[in-house]
Every structure is written in C-alpha cells, then in structure tokens.
C-alpha cells in the first residue's frame, strides 16, 4: 500500500524542531509495515529530516495554504497511484483533500478533542457542514477511549470507521533502572490548565517539611502567560534550595531528568485528551502522582496515586505519602513501567508480556479496513 502523510502548515519534519504532532507521525511511520512505501509531505527544508523516510515538499502558500496542500496531493496521487491519504488534526483540510481526491480515502488522526456541535444562530446550517466534511473522510483516529466517546456523543450522525490509536513509545530509548535521586519532577506548558501553580505550592511545603528532596519544574510555552508564570516563580522562589526551574529546554535534556527523578506529577486540570507526559513518566521508571483527568487513567491505571482535587494541599500530601513508603514507590514504578510497555508500544517489545497487538500493527490494520471498505480500494484489497 502507498500511503501520503500530509502534515499540518509549516511543518516540516525536522530533527531539529519538531512539534509534537510531526513526533507522532514520525512514531506511526517508523514501525509500520508501509513505512517504505509512504511519503510524507511536509514544507520546504534543508534540515536533517526527522525520520529517514521518502519526504516530498512543499513550497509554503501564503494564502490558501490547505488548497495547495490538496492539489499538490491530487496531482501525485495521479502521477504515482498512492492507496490512501493521512493527514492530521484539522477537520477542513482533510475534508478539502477529500474532496480533490476522490476515490482515494482520507484518514483524519486528531490529537485533540473533536469540537462539539455549535449553538446559536446559523448553527444548524454550520453544523451540517461539518458532519459532511467528516462523513466524507474514509476513516477517523482518536487519541484516547474520552476523546472516542465524547465524538460519539457529540457526533451521532458521523458514521465513518474510527479507532484508538494513542502515543507510543520505542521504550529501547528509555532507561527505567537508572539510579534515582530524591528528586520530584514537574513537566508541563506554563498554564492553569496544567496545574503548575498548584503543583509548585505543594512541592514547596513538601520540601519545607523534607529538606532533603529536590524538585525540578520543566516548563514550556512560558510567554503565553505571564502573569501566571511570574506566580510560579513566587511561589518556588520561597525555597531557592530546593527548586529548579528550567524553560524551553531539548527533550534529550527532560528525558535524563525524568530518568533520574523518584517521582512525577501531572495535576492537569482539564481533560486531557491523552496525556504523553504520564506515560514519559512510567517509562523514564518514576512513580507518578496524576489528577486522572481525561485520558490520563486510561495511562496508569491502577499504577498511580490519584489527586482528589488539584491543589496544593492534596500535592504535598501525595508527595508525603510517596516519600514515606519506599514499598509503594517500587510497586508503582514496576507495575507502571510494565503497563505503558504492554499498551503504548510501537512495536513488539522484549519486555512486554500482553498480547495486546502493538500500535503501528494496529493502524496499519485500520489502514487496510479503510481501503477495503473504499469502492477504489476494492482490487488493492486482493493483495493486501
């Protein structure tokens, strides 16, 4: 099967920058079975690419991005014959290249939450439009089990075949066994829907109260809110010693700390749609403490201490129950290591014990469902 990746305006699937979504991309790609028949499409580079994989690209369009972005797809699938068309997050776009390839299906992948139906005037009619634009894809991904069923609710009339497909993880990459330090790890954007001020005001009466514990804050998109990170700050900065804030640093440089650090905490307050960094957590091998909202239980399992509200209070008690129960952190660290490589693997894994069939396995099967269910794809799915 030849397949086409089109990624999102000004991407361009390098090594050097990548965004979270062109990550998943390069994840999905990288253990498929297809992986040497798909090209990716992404905006002019002269970068190293993110993975070695067939790239095509594109000259950025200063206007009317997404209808380029079509055309430039129509005229190589009629030059090359290409089997099916991925592209990621943005309802409209997937829609137009639908509609500029017909017979070929469209695979939308959301990272997110799909919006709800509209309300007020001249919502009727905009909502329609949009279930047609969905009903005209050939398939649908969903990044969690809440982002699946909240779609189902709020989308009754969209029929088209969708499944889980979450992040996964090359846990080859990460080392769980590393010696920890008595470190409390808080990774995030700098916004109130992370819970970073309640998580920086229960880190600093846990380590009043355990001097002996480090923590470190690794925040991202500080700029955003500034208000709200000069509070962060504030509130750390009543314990200079024991504190480090660090901002906009490489993920080579999170991922060593996360490895080094006995304890994680993710206080999101809305609901996360999926939740990479929990699952970072359970794979760099540090007990977590999580807020569970959204897609995050469907990470841990029961292999989490559970915040019952975000606070800062409810933080610091969590942390103090960790610090105290050396038995329950391994517990944790074991149980939630092992299930993140059981569940988010991309491929089969050494140290995976379920059957559970691996991620890329289970996308490239939907890529064959939604070829087969397709009237174009009726003589592919003889060879598949």
């Known amino acids: 099967m030849k397949i086409i990746q089109a990624l999102p305006r000004r991407m361009k699937f390098e090594a050097k920058a990548a965004s979270s979504v062109e990550l998943c991309v390069s994840e999905w790609v990288s253990g498929s079975r297809y992986r040497g028949s798909t090209t990716v499409f992404a905006e002019r580079s002269d970068a190293t690419p993110l993975l070695d994989v067939g790239i095509f690209r594109l000259t950025p369009a200063p206007r009317l991005a997404s209808w380029h972005l079509a055309l430039s797809i129509r005229q190589q699938v009629k030059a090359k014959g290409y089997d099916l068309i991925v592209t990621q997050q943005h309802i409209s776009t997937a829609a137009r290249i639908a509609a500029f390839n017909r017979g070929t299906p469209v695979v939308l992948q959301t990272h997110n939450y799909i919006d709800p ?43 088209v075949p969708r499944t889980v497909i979450t992040n996964g993880f090359d846990f080859s990459t990460w080392n769980p066994n590393r010696e920890k330090q008595k470190l409390v790890a808080v990774v995030g954007r700098a916004n109130n829907n992370k819970g970073i001020l309640e998580s920086a005001q229960g880190v600093r009466d846990f380590v009043r ?25 504030r509130t750390l900065g009543e314990v200079p010693d024991n504190v480090q804030i660090l901002q906009n640093i490489p993920f080579a440089v999170v991922k060593d700390l996360m490895e080094t650090a006995a304890i994680a905490v993710v206080a999101s307050k809305w609901n996360e749609p999926f939740g990479r960094t929990a699952l970072e957590a359970h794979a760099a091998g540090a007990a977590l403490i999580s807020s569970g909202t959204g897609g995050l239980r469907e990470i841990s399992g029961d292999c989490a201490i559970y915040l019952d509200a975000v606070t800062g209070p409810a933080i610091d008690q969590a942390l103090r129950q960790l610090a105290g129960d050396e038995r329950l952190q391994r517990r944790l660290v074991e149980e939630g290591g092992q299930r993140v490589r059981d569940l988010f693997s991309l491929v089969p894994s050494d140290r995976g014990t379920s059957q559970v069939v691996p991620l890329c396995e289970r996308l490239d099967r939907f890529y064959d469902r939604v070829v087969r269910l397709t009237p174009a794809g009726d003589l592919l799915e003889k060879t598949v």
């Open 117 to 159: 139906p509209l309300t007020g005037r001249f919502a009727s009619v905009r909502n329609q439009i949009r279930a047609m634009e969905l009903n005209s894809l050939g398939g649908i991904t969903f990044i969690s089990n809440a982002t699946l069923e909240a779609f189902g609710k709020d989308w009754p009339q969209v029929s």
């Open 209 to 233: 109260a355990y001097p002996e514990w480090k923590a470190v804050f690794i925040l991202s998109e500080i700029n955003l809110y500034k208000d709200y990170v000069a509070e962060v700050h």
